[in-house]
């Protein structure tokens, strides 16, 4: 008779403590214990020791199996970990972080990383199999809409599994925030009032009343019409991914030199600041001809802008001219800032408009929440839970189904707070996000690849390039670091069937399939698997907080980013006025509604998880818990490097500070 020790430890959320019965087999290559029962309640944060009493020895240990017994009552279960001590001392973890739900039988695996070549027992073979089968059943893809990324087939967050379903906590946390906001602005009478505002000043009153986060809006409100903070923005704003260097003007934004001599200073031209690369441009050709909605049964309006900006000899970034239509004419004016004090103001928040569409819709939903469902779907349905790459991308899809499958159902829904609340009709934003599709490219989400790319190595002041690039290298190192322990050669890349069909699964649902995109259908080498998890990593953590997290703050003072326009673009200079514009910039209820949903989506909610922060032992292997104390201290020092910049700063860049960006795609 041999004796098995064993620990099973039960999760320290709420409900994950179990009334129902829980019994245990051990299973090892050379046999199988008999069921042991777990005496006794299992509450949260515990951990229950037992005894398993074997005939022989059952030889390496492979396999537990966690039973599930519902008595009168169904109580779920959350089991973190298993831990064995065999009779000769050789203790074995098995990793489980997962519900047991009704009368279920659910096997883990010792927590070594173990690609399918590393398999030789049949019984491990089989599980793998076994459980990507399953995977594939419970996470299936659907279309929401033609030219999209393809999303998980649920229809609301009631039929998500409970796996990767909100936390209590978070959940608590979620709707008090939403009902505690709309109530407040409910108080405030804003969610009643269908009326222009009455002055500028008075939109300011808003935000007064949200204790602590006033402090960024309040800046905003102060300098929003200035040009240097105009300029700002498209560095270190909500949208820092739009801008590029202008080597050439389009024959579509006929500016010339004459028009802008005053803005460049003296003794130069613009072909001269072209050539010197101060010259850049934003153009919004996605908007073109997208179809405008309604709002309390009055037309709204949709413009394209072109935005050339100059970077003076003081380093700051400057609009210089703007179109507000793709294409040039005499009822399509340019826009300079000689002109008149409202026809430049409006001219700018048009562009202000425009990059609305394009935060919220493409570099936002697009390009961090789709992505990132179907970077989550990819991993579940194709690596099992045992492969090295499932454990390190797992935490980084935390809450990210359950968040994406609500915002379906209330935020971009027909009807939704974002049709409602903006001037595109629900069609026009189908339309924004196909088209957005169509652009992306691999370089467009690889940080280094996109500031090459786009010609702003050079630029002065830009926070978000300059985080961006030393976080993507802190990720880098230390997913080349995972790669490097499990992966020998680039031959082994190749051989890895699950990776190949996971990039496979990605390149068909989440591009579509679209070569053009350079987006890779398969993976040669570490060097290729390296920047694609990179990329993946970067995506669900940095790149979401870079452009997540400011909302609040940059658009919490309207017409510094306008959900809506009431009237059409001018057709000519010398008609705008202070009346006019706030005719035309959102009425009240808009405004207090848009701003509902960025409180919440720009608000800190319990049970948050920064990027680095590992509490699930998934990796039981020491080198990999090594690597990861590696990633977390040098995640620190960037901490420190982005703090005591902020120091001295009136306006701090702290979207990509690691403890203000989560792990994942959760808000």
């Known amino acids: 008779m041999v004796v098995y020790k064993v620990k099973v430890a039960t999760g320290d959320i709420l409900e994950a403590g179990t009334q129902n019965s829980i019994c245990i087999t051990l299973v090892g290559s050379q046999g199988e214990s008999r069921k042991t029962t777990i005496n006794g309640v299992l509450l949260p944060g515990t951990v229950q020791s037992l005894l398993v ?23 779920a279960w959350f089991c973190t970990t298993v831990a064995v001590t065999a009779p000769d001392g050789t203790l074995s973890r098995f990793p489980c972080y997962q519900w047991l739900e009704g009368t279920t039988t659910v096997e883990i695996r010792e927590g ?57 906590i978070r959940e608590a946390s979620f709707t008090g925030t939403l009902i505690f906001q709309g109530a407040s602005q409910l108080l405030a009478g804003f969610l009643l009032r269908q009326t222009s505002w009455n002055s500028l000043d008075e939109m300011r009153s808003i935000f007064s ?6 402090i960024v809006p309040e800046y905003v409100a102060k300098h929003w019409r200035e040009d240097d903070f105009f300029g700002y923005q498209f560095l270190n704003g909500n949208n820092p991914i739009v801008i590029r260097r202008c080597t050439a003007l389009p024959a579509k934004f006929p500016v010339t030199s004459d028009m802008v001599t005053s803005s460049l200073g003296g003794g130069t031209n613009l072909d001269k600041e072209m050539r010197e690369g101060r010259i850049f441009i934003v153009d919004y050709e996605v908007l073109e001809d997208i179809p405008a909605g309604t709002i309390h049964g009055r037309q709204q309006y949709v413009a394209a802008p072109l935005c050339l900006l100059h970077q003076g000899t003081d380093g700051l970034l400057r609009p210089i001219a703007i179109q507000l239509s ?16 409202w026809d430049w103001l409006l001219a700018k928040t048009w ?23 179907v970077f989550a779907i990819a991993t579940l349905r194709q690596l099992p839970t045992c492969h090295p790459l499932f454990k390190l991308l797992i935490p980084h899809f935390r809450y990210t189904l359950h968040i994406n499958t609500l915002a379906r159902a209330v935020l971009i829904n027909p009807g939704g707070l974002i049709d409602k609340g903006s001037g595109a009709t629900y069609e026009g934003l189908v339309l924004i996000v196909q088209r957005g599709l169509e652009k992306v490219t691999y370089t467009s989400l690889c940080l280094p690849d996109d500031i090459r790319e786009r010609g702003v190595e050079h630029v002065p002041n830009y926070y978000y390039r300059d985080d961006g690039l030393k976080l993507w290298e802190i990720i880098k190192s230390f997913v080349s670091s995972i790669v490097a322990f499990y992966y020998a050669d680039d031959a082994a890349v190749r051989g890895d069937s699950e990776v190949q069909a996971w990039v496979r ?54 017409p510094n980013a306008p959900s809506s326009m009431r009237h059409p673009p001018p057709a000519e200079k010398g008609r705008s006025f202070l009346q006019h514009f706030l005719d035309t910039v959102p009425e009240v209820d808009t405004t207090a509604n848009i701003l509902v949903a960025l409180i919440l989506l720009s608000s800190r909610l319990k049970d948050m998880r920064f990027l680095g922060q590992y509490p699930e032992e998934r990796f039981t292997e020491m080198e990999p818990r090594r690597l990861m104390r590696v990633f977390q201290g040098q995640l620190e020092e960037m901490r420190e490097l982005i703090e005591e910049r902020n120091h001295w700063a009136e306006l701090r860049y702290n979207y990509m500070n690691p403890l203000e960006t989560e792990n994942s795609i959760s808000i």
Not at 54 to 74: A, I, M, N
Not at 351 to 373: C, I, K, M, P, W
Not at 512 to 536: D, H, I, N, W
């Open 53 to 75: 009493h074997c005939e022989q020895d059952l030889g390496t240990l492979l396999l537990v199996r966690l039973h599930k017994f519902r008595l009168f009552l169904e109580d």
């Open 112 to 168: 070594s990383g173990q690609k399918a070549a590393d398999d030789k027992l049949e019984i491990l073979k089989k599980h793998r199999q076994l459980e990507l089968k399953a995977r594939q059943e419970a996470y299936q893809w659907k279309n929401y809409a033609d030219g999209w990324p393809r999303c998980l087939n649920v229809d609301s967050v009631f039929d998500l599994d409970s796996n990767v379903h909100f936390s209590c």
């Open 209 to 214: 009343r949200t204790q602590g986060k006033e």
């Open 326 to 341: 793709q294409t040039p004419g005499p009822t399509h004016p340019i826009f300079v800032p000689s002109d008149e004090e």
């Open 351 to 373: 562009v202000r408009n425009a990059d609305f569409y394009s935060h919220q819709l493409l570099t936002h939903l697009l390009r961090t929440h789709l992505f990132g469902e």
């Open 505 to 558: 699964d990605i390149f068909t649902n989440g591009f579509l399939g679209r070569t053009s995109s350079g987006v890779p259908s398969t993976l040669q080498t570490v060097a290729e698997l390296t920047k694609f998890l990179t990329m993946v990593m970067f995506t669900c953590s940095v790149q979401h907080a870079s452009v997540n997290n400011g909302q609040y703050d940059l658009g919490a003072f309207i």
